[in-house]
């Protein structure tokens, strides 16, 4: 976007061609991995938890939740990383939205944090599934999978919104960078 005599608009930073077409696509691709990556965490664990224990869910209202916030964080960090292109006007980032996504980012980072450190510490201080024998291993694979999950979601999200002057190189066909 530029104003009068060539001069750089204010709250525009003009972007390589390529990176910005490599943010309309693989914000998309990447959000749409985590979402469906997440849930076929959920999916295997539920699908191993019958057998082991008997019933998919752990018994424990508590044990649920500690297993369902590690998914709703990294969903909700998917949904930031397809939001992530409109952080885009044509080939220009937009600073005020893409500052707006990095908060949003480090939140969903915090809340993801968060829940794993409450879903293994519900998992290693509260008997969840009332029967002694098992240990609840599945639980915790599918906290510290969720956990691998929204870490590559938040960098990756990180990369798109806060390009480094390296990455802008590469990704440049004018020398200006």
């Known amino acids: 976007m530029k104003q009068f005599y060539g001069q750089q608009a204010e709250g525009y930073a003009p972007l390589p061609p390529l990176f910005a077409a490599r943010v309309r696509a693989g914000s998309l691709v990447t959000g749409v991995a985590l979402a469906v ?13 019958g057998p082991l224990h008997g019933h998919a869910l752990p018994d424990a209202v ?25 952080c885009l006007l044509g080939d220009y980032l937009v ?7 990095r908060t949003l980012l480090r939140g969903c980072f915090t809340a993801l944090v968060t829940a794993c450190l409450l879903a293994l510490t519900t998992s290693a201080l509260v008997d969840l599934w009332h029967d002694h024998n098992h240990l ?4 915790l694979l599918a906290t510290g999978a969720n956990f691998a999950l929204g870490v590559l979601g938040y960098g990756v999200g990180l990369f798109y919104v806060r390009p480094s002057v390296a990455t802008l190189e590469r990704f440049s066909d004018h020398p200006i960078w």
């Not at 939740?65 to 949904?79: E, F, G, N, R």
């Open 37 to 49: 990556g997440t849930t076929l965490v959920l999916g295997l664990t539920v699908f191993v938890n």
């Open 95 to 101: 600073i005020t939205r893409a500052r707006f996504t």
């Open 62 to 86: 508590l044990g649920r939740v500690a297993l369902l916030l590690p998914v709703l964080a990294v969903l909700a960090t998917a949904v930031v990383v397809l939001g992530a292109r409109r």
């Open 136 to 139: 609840g291993v599945s639980d």
